[in-house]
């Protein structure tokens, strides 16, 4: 029996419900991939331990008008959480009981990011990381060829572009700009130890679908971020950079954002064209295309001063959020039957507030948060905590958790790269 009581249950469905991302925005695959890989094996058990704690913490902060979380929620959560930390201690290393422990610290540092510890979960992500190389190498080894040729599952893909993804994003603590903050993972050890599985040049001519634009969009930022790195620090702490230097790395970044772009376009352009028929896609395509836009225009900004003037950002912000008025207008949502089209709807809504603190952005969406009603009030927390001065600890472990998913889901990726850079 894998849950040994009802409760335990619930908890894990509340779990795999907090990972329903709907079909609008960016999706993680390693979050999407959790819930059937925890019911997968008896080495999963502490995946699907650490699974109940961060749906059991979910159901402790439901009721944000409390000053503290529910307790008998909360304290089924420690129990999750101290009975995964025993299953993934009893687990003996190997090729085949790695993919869990890395899985399970990957869920640890969600777990400790959403209860108010940034610090804890990068540990955890740091050692999620370091058991990742040693699994690759293990890896290398059975299979006797390069990281960029194994034969990954999809899960450990998944995994491994998650892990990339958060070395390289902020994350984001709050709804507000100023609560993103960038870590440092050791393991990784960047610039010169990093490993990568992909490689700049077998980027594909042009992509066949937004996850996978998704995936090498993040991978670009990855590289952006090496190619800056000696822009931003050195040996005594002053930055002394020669004009050559700073060329041949804003140029380099050109190439990489000009070969993403090159394969993005045919897609981006099917996108447009059929836009009344998949709405999804279009949504997907358009909050790639604002990354893009956002992170080439800040490259300009400070190397191509007198390239062609790019398109503004703006009127895609506002597209999008109408966009997602006209579907609430035409599909109406219905409670816990509609939270996927509620995802759908909602959390593109809540990209735009991450990414833009234009004044009319904010209002609109707002606004349009306002008006969504039939759901699970997804809209309503949300608009809530914008709102809200005081914030209770529940409120402020919300907000976490909302943060985290976009955090996950890439949306803190683009101009941040030139962050650091005099």
Known sequence: ??????????????????????????????????????????????????????????????????????????????????????????????????????????????????????????????????????????????????????????????????????????????????????????????????????????????????????????????????????????????????EATKAAAYNECDDFLHSWRTAFTPLLQHAKEHRITHGSRWSRAMILETMYLETISELHARHKTHANMLPAVKPLYLDLIRSMMQLAREKPLNGPATIGLENSIIRPIGFALVRCQDPEVVQEATAALEAIVGGVNMSWTLVYLLKSRNKTKPMVTLERSWGWYFTATGCSSGAHVFDGIP
Not at 25 to 38: G, H, R, Y
Not at 103 to 122: K, W
């Open 1 to 242: 029996m894998l849950f040994g009581q009802q409760k335990d249950w619930e908890a894990f469905q509340s779990f795999a419900f907090s990972v329903e991302s709907g079909d609008t925005l960016l999706i993680d695959d390693a979050s999407i991939m959790t819930p059937k890989f925890a019911q997968s094996a008896a080495e999963t058990s502490g995946v699907r331990q650490i699974c109940c704690a961060v749906g059991a913490l979910g159901r402790s902060f439901q009721s944000m008008t409390l000053e503290d979380y529910i307790s008998e929620e909360y304290q089924a959560a420690l129990e999750h959480y101290g009975r995964g930390v025993r299953a993934i201690y009893r687990l003996k290393s190997s090729k085949t009981t790695l993919p869990s422990a890395i899985l399970a610290s990957m869920l640890f540092t969600t777990f400790e990011f959403m209860a108010g510890s940034t610090v804890n979960a990068a540990k955890h992500h740091n050692h999620a990381v370091a058991m990742m190389y040693q699994y690759v190498d293990l890896l290398i080894e059975e299979q006797g060829l390069p990281l960029e040729e194994l034969r990954l599952s999809d899960m450990d893909k998944a995994m491994f572009d998650s892990l990339e993804r958060h070395d390289t994003s902020p994350w984001i603590e709050s709804l507000s700009k100023a609560g993103h903050v960038k870590i440092l993972c050791p393991a990784r050890r960047f610039p010169h130890g990093c490993r990568h599985r992909l490689s700049m040049s077998k980027i594909p001519d042009r992509f066949n679908s937004t996850q996978q634009a998704f995936t090498w969009w993040n991978f670009v930022q990855h590289m952006m971020a090496h190619s800056l790195h000696p822009l931003k620090v050195s040996g005594d702490g002053v930055r002394r950079v020669s």
